[in-house]
């Protein structure tokens, strides 16, 4: 089973609120990723990172910013959480490019 | 860009029945992986394919990758209800290194 932590599970904030998601790994990838998915629907890019202070956007814009200051910690970060912000949030890692992703298991944001 | 379409978007299957997902990529692809993900949890990696017209078994699933390289299916025979969620394919293009492309993904049911 792989090694990469997501906290919160859950989460439920009203509008505004400054929120931080929290994913950690312990495989020493340097590799990560988080993807955006609203429910039964596809996985979007959101942002990733090759490696310690390298970040980069992906396909699908988001508001979200994230840092790499460690290799094992990739937080994403919500400055004025909106509604709009809804869904469930997806981290993930992998040792080399192409191979296969180690998803945690998300976080559920829930704005009001 | 690289786009990757996955068809059937639901399948509805009796118990015991077989059925077949399809992946196809408007690109060349350097490898293709597939994933679950069981309702309510996270994408778990099922297998790679990374040579032309390469076929992988896991038990009662077979997948395969066409000779070109732009297209794959994933075949489950005599279906169960521990099959039910939903079948990602993720392709990754021959020049872009560090992110997979997903599909839309197929959401199994099954009927008992």
């Known amino acids: 089973e792989a090694d990469i932590y997501q906290t919160p599970r859950y989460l439920v904030i009203g509008t505004g609120k400054k929120i931080t998601l929290e994913c950690s790994q312990t495989?020493?990838?340097?590799?990560m990723y988080w993807y955006q998915q609203d429910p039964g629907m596809e996985l979007h890019l959101i942002h990733y990172?090759?490696?310690?202070?390298?970040?980069e956007k992906g396909d699908l814009s988001s508001e979200s910013t994230v840092s790499r200051i460690r290799t094992e910690h990739f937080p994403l970060t919500l400055e004025s959480a909106r509604p709009s912000h809804t869904s469930q949030y997806l981290c993930a890692s992998s040792a080399e490019p192409g191979s296969p992703l180690h998803f945690g298991n998300g976080t559920r944001l829930t704005v009001t | 860009g690289q786009q990757v379409m996955q068809i059937p978007q639901y399948q509805h299957v009796q118990e015991g029945e077989d059925f077949t997902t399809y992946c196809n990529s408007s690109?060349?692809?350097?490898?293709i992986q597939w994933y679950k993900q069981r309702p309510g949890g996270h994408p778990v990696f099922l297998i790679q394919l990374v040579k032309s017209g390469e076929v992988k078994k896991q038990k009662r699933l077979t997948f395969q990758f066409g000779e070109a390289k732009k297209n794959s299916s994933l075949h489950i025979t005599a279906t169960q209800t521990t099959d039910v969620g939903t079948y990602f394919c993720?392709?990754?293009?021959?020049?872009?290194?560090?992110?997979?492309?997903f599909g839309a993904g197929t959401t199994v049911t099954v009927r008992a």
């Open positions: 495989m020493g990838h340097d590799k």
């Open positions: 993720a392709g990754l293009g021959l020049y872009n290194d560090y992110k997979l492309s």
């Open positions: 990172s090759y490696g310690v202070n390298s970040t």
């Open positions: 690109t060349t692809l350097s490898n």
